[in-house]
């Protein structure tokens, strides 16, 4: 979808529908959804006299114009109550309208106001990225096979500003909301695709031809090299698999900040999780193609902090592997020797994704990072803790811990801090290795951080458990059913905090 910018007044704007807003509890709209309201003979203020619509949060009302503006249909969003009213408010009730726009098979083009700025006194800059994003994440399609033709959608969505003069800072604001949306589809697009087109090597070449349109560097690591550096856990996994594995490393270097410490993010890229020889149950285990979410997230992310120019040295490391069982797989009962010479006793080959990123926890030492976030689809249990509402958060530095928090509370994706009790680790003692890589079901979300903390060295370390995160079982606007590209926003939003 277009996203333009247009000074003018959008009772007089040509498009399929416009959309206004309505705080919760007005009776009588002011500002550009009073002016359409009157043009329209008050069919507004007669929705709410006759107690259909009330502003509410995720409601909508669509009317048709006969004529009386230019455009035949008005969709209004309601924004919620005016004290609860925010950024993320803001982008809820521009993706509620454009969901309920793009719902109407007639509606091709789109004009809205920006919600909150006005009298809603929000700093304009601000409403127009929420904009920008809750109306480019509602508009996202998820590709079918064959491509689905009849299914156009909503092409253009022009935001109309009477006020020339807030121009530039909305026109800053939706290129903001643009990068961003842009990061959450590559990432949505990679956890959608179907696992026999996304293995390691096609991952990595999208990611690769992705990052050629931006100023980031991106290496891209085959099992050769792994296999010099002795990431030997990595290669364990993969054994099992004739894809290659891959470790992506995507550099965001801000000139004059070359000598910073990086931020690193580090993603669990299993393009498809069979559980290996400890084969999974066949019961849903077509979403193991998501378990590529964390590495997809990061990804995404490092394109939007990209495009956003956030001035600080990042990293970005996807590990791309595919675990399956065959003849040459690796076993229960076999050790593996990482990078840094720390071992671990296979329990269960399905615990794959802590293997794959203890190795990279190792590979980071050699940057010096300032911190270490990895994101990672490594728990069936976290689910049964906090369902798909919040990441489990694990951290060893309560700054980093803060900060996490703090970006997950501005962008919506959630984080839920979890406990790393040193005897969550007495679960995992192993009798012929340091440790082992499955414990009981008793605080295996616990004792599986405790096996990351085990490879990482001496930097700040967070790890994000985004296992129910990822796949979004329910739609919902902004969010359609599929991949929802979590974590996109909320590391572009701690890059641009620490
Ligand atoms: N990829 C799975 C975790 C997962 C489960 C992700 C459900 C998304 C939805 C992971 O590799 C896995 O299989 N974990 C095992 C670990 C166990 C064997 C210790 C699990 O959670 O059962
Ligand atoms: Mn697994
Ligand atoms: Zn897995």
């Not at 000598?259 to 690193?264: K, M, N, V």
């Not at 951290?395 to 979890?418: C, F, H, K, S, Y």
């Not at 370390?461 to 985004?466: P, R, S, T």
């Amino acid at each position: 979808m277009e996203l333009l910018i247009q000074q003018g007044d959008i009772a007089a704007t040509e498009a399929d529908c416009v959309i206004v807003n309505l705080f919760e509890d007005v009776n009588h709209p002011g500002g550009a959804t009073g002016f359409v309201d009157r043009a329209l003979n008050g069919a507004i203020t007669s929705a709410i006299a006759a107690g259909d619509f009330k502003g509410e949060a995720d409601t909508t009302l669509l009317l048709y114009t006969n004529g009386a503006i230019a455009a035949p249909r008005v969709i209004v969003t309601g924004l919620g109550k005016a004290g609860n009213f925010d950024f993320l408010a803001a982008r809820k009730a521009a993706a509620a309208g454009l969901a309920r726009a793009a719902g109407l098979k007639g509606v091709r083009t789109v004009a809205t106001i920006c919600h909150g700025t006005g009298i809603g006194g929000q700093d304009t800059e601000a409403m127009a990225k929420a904009l920008a994003l809750g109306s480019l994440l509602a508009s996202y399609k998820v590709r079918k096979y064959p491509a689905d033709d009849k299914e156009q959608g909503v092409s253009t969505c022009t935001l109309v500003e009477y006020h020339a003069e807030q121009i530039p800072a909305m026109q800053a604001g939706l290129d903001a909301g643009r990068a961003l949306a842009d990061g959450v589809g590559f990432t949505r697009d990679l956890v959608n695709e179907p696992p026999n087109l996304l293995y390691p090597a096609e991952m990595a070449d999208r990611v690769r031809a992705a990052a050629a349109d931006t100023a980031l560097k991106c290496e891209v690591l085959g099992e050769e090299a792994m296999r010099e550096l002795g990431m030997d856990m990595i290669l364990g996994v993969s054994r099992g698999s004739r894809r290659e594995a891959q470790l992506i490393i995507l550099r965001h270097e801000p000139e004059e900040l070359e000598e910073q410490q990086p931020l690193i993010f580090l993603g669990k890229g299993i393009t498809f999780d069979t559980g290996g020889i400890s084969l999974k149950p066949p019961s849903g285990m077509e979403e193991m193609k998501t378990d590529m979410g964390g590495a997809g997230a990061v990804c995404g992310a490092m394109l939007a902090i990209s495009a956003l120019n956030i001035p600080r040295r990042v990293f970005g490391l996807a590990i791309c592997v595919e675990n399956m069982p065959d003849g040459d797989a690796y076993r229960p009962g076999d050790i593996l020797t990482g990078i840094s010479g720390k071992t671990a006793e296979i329990i269960n080959t399905d615990a794959e994704g802590r293997l794959v990123l203890a190795d990279c926890l190792g590979y980071v030492k050699r940057f010096s990072p300032s911190a270490v976030v990895d994101l990672a689809t490594l728990t069936g249990a976290i689910g049964i803790a906090l369902g798909s509402q919040a990441a489990g958060l694990f951290a060893n530095d309560d700054a980093l811990q803060e900060a996490i928090v703090a970006a997950a509370a501005a962008t919506g994706d959630r984080v839920w801090p979890m406990p790393m009790y040193d005897e969550y680790k007495d679960d995992i003692k192993s009798d012929m290795a340091e440790v082992k890589n499955a414990g009981s079901r008793m605080g295996g979300v616990s004792s599986s951080a405790k096996f990351l903390e085990h490879f990482t060295e001496d930097y700040p370390w967070a790890h994000l458990d985004i296992a129910y995160m990822a796949l979004q079982g329910k739609g919902k606007p902004g969010q359609p059913k599929g991949a929802s590209g979590y974590g996109v926003q909320l590391l572009a939003s701690l890059a641009a905090a620490i």
